[in-house]
């Protein structure tokens, strides 16, 4: 593992500061006015957090190697550091442009779009003027295998029409989301290969034809202003030129996409496990209990001790993805990344479960965000793909390294043991 080059720990330094300072003090500020906006709105103090971000250069992290007017050119591990700061507090990335599913999406643009795509949707989303949606999942269909989708978009003339349903569509119930990067079939051969079939469109959402079913909930929370929109397109038409980088190319693009996205919600999940580990603390020497506090009760010290031993493990596991990606590449760290998509969100949820149970009643409570931190993470292990693909996967390139193993020594073995 490397050390943080000096102007980036500086960097690191500035934003650290800026959460603790311009922020946190805030957070009660953000949800009084979304309450008060009606839930889908645009909080005043988000666009004046913003504003003072961007001012400061405090801006558009996630774009590796991206420099220039709305990048800062960090490396993935570089960036790692701030998305574990940023992930302390829940809406700390909107305000520096770093929230998902922007992110995921500029990236896609940037790397894969035309230059009319960017500079139509990708220049006002890098500088923080509109917001973005990403739809994949699909109610009717098993999600876990991403070939199951069945939208499509058609090529009629010079222009595709587009039907079908997404639900889990984050971001969509924002106001200001502009544009959703759609997921879809536009080869309707079913004897074509499988990952070859599907495409990116880009679908804008003020298109006719799109009719927002519900806002899904997760666990009874709806996620405002953000959201997470169930959508039914009927003949939406968009411009043939809206599709990205080619027909087919749909989950090369997802590939692509998906590496950093997960090393940015892993670091953001240990940020999250980090505060929720503090609570712990703070709330195990504060109470009393039975003439003691409660971290001299029980296992308490226990529980304490292996928080902080398997956070400090999902932080360098996920270092070390993020360090392998810059070095070696997105494919040949394919199992890394694989790795912390399982075991962070798990530990995270551990943690967080653990806070709970120390808060006591108020855990479960709106007086603490403890319930509503669990929900998301919860989420977080479905979100991208749920674990059980991702182990899958691992296990798939364990074995692959045997793949020649000699099975005359196997079947040796067994002889040997009868």
């Known amino acids: 593992m490397r050390d943080l080059r000096p102007e980036v720990q500086a960097f690191l330094d500035r934003v650290a500061a800026f959460i603790d300072t311009e922020i946190r003090p805030n957070e009660a500020t953000y949800a009084q006015q979304v309450e008060e906006g009606g839930r889908w709105c645009v909080p005043p103090v988000m666009e004046e957090m913003k504003a003072k971000a961007k001012a400061e250069g405090l801006w558009n992290f996630f774009l590796p190697g991206y420099e220039g007017e709305f990048g800062t050119g960090l490396s993935n591990f570089?960036?790692?550091?701030?998305?574990?700061?940023?992930?302390?507090?829940?809406?700390?990335?909107?305000?520096?442009?770093?929230?998902?599913?922007?992110?995921?999406?500029?990236?896609?643009?940037e790397r894969y779009g035309s230059e009319e795509q960017k500079e139509t949707w990708l220049k006002p989303l890098l500088a923080g003027e509109i917001r973005s949606a990403f739809g994949?999942?699909?109610?009717?269909?098993?999600?876990?295998?991403?070939?199951?989708?069945?939208?499509?978009?058609?090529?009629?003339?010079?222009?595709?029409?587009?039907?079908?349903?997404?639900?889990?569509?984050?971001?969509?119930g924002d106001p200001r989301c502009k544009i959703i990067v759609?997921?879809?079939?536009?080869?309707q051969d079913p004897d074509s290969p499988r990952h070859k079939r599907h495409s990116q469109i880009l679908v804008p959402?003020?298109?006719?034809?799109?009719?927002?079913?519900?806002?899904?909930?997760?666990?009874?929370?709806?996620?405002?202003?953000?959201?997470h929109a169930h959508l039914k397109f009927?003949?939406?038409?968009?411009?043939?030129?809206?599709?990205?980088?080619?027909?087919?190319?749909g989950f090369e693009i997802a590939q692509g996409r998906l590496g950093p996205?997960?090393?940015?919600?892993?670091?953001?999940?240990?940020?999250?496990?980090?505060?929720?580990?503090q609570m712990m603390c703070e709330r195990s020497q504060s109470r009393v209990a039975f003439g003691k506090p409660l971290s001299q009760l029980g296992g308490n010290m226990d529980i304490i001790a292996n928080s902080r031993i398997e956070l400090n493990m999902a932080r360098l596991l996920t270092l070390q993805a993020a360090h392998m990606m810059d070095t070696v590449g997105n494919k040949v760290a394919a199992s890394e990344i694989a790795q912390i998509k399982v075991i962070v969100p798990n530990i995270v949820c551990d943690v967080i479960d653990r806070a709970i149970q120390m808060h006591g009643g108020a855990g479960v409570s709106q007086v603490f965000p403890l319930a509503r931190m669990y929900a998301g993470m919860r989420t977080l292990r479905l979100a991208d793909g749920p674990d059980e693909v991702h182990r899958r996967s691992v296990a798939r390139y364990e074995l692959g390294k045997y793949s020649d193993y000699d099975k005359t020594k196997v079947e040796s073995s067994n002889v040997s043991r009868s």
């Open 234 to 249: 009927t003949n939406v038409r968009v411009p043939k030129s809206n599709m990205i980088l080619g027909e087919g190319r």
């Open 261 to 277: 996205g997960r090393i940015h919600h892993c670091m953001r999940a240990v940020g999250l496990g980090e505060r929720a580990l």
């Open 78 to 109: 570089e960036y790692s550091h701030l998305a574990e700061k940023m992930g302390a507090v829940g809406i700390a990335s909107e305000v520096f442009n770093c929230s998902a599913p922007d992110t995921g999406n500029m990236e896609v643009l």
């Open 136 to 172: 994949m999942t699909e109610p009717g269909v098993a999600s876990s295998d991403a070939t199951n989708m069945a939208a499509t978009a058609v090529l009629d003339g010079d222009e595709y029409v587009i039907n079908g349903e997404k639900w889990w569509t984050s971001g969509a």
């Open 182 to 187: 759609f997921m879809c079939v536009t080869d």
């Open 205 to 227: 959402m003020d298109s006719e034809g799109i009719e927002v079913r519900k806002m899904m909930e997760v666990f009874g929370w709806d996620d405002a202003p953000h959201g």
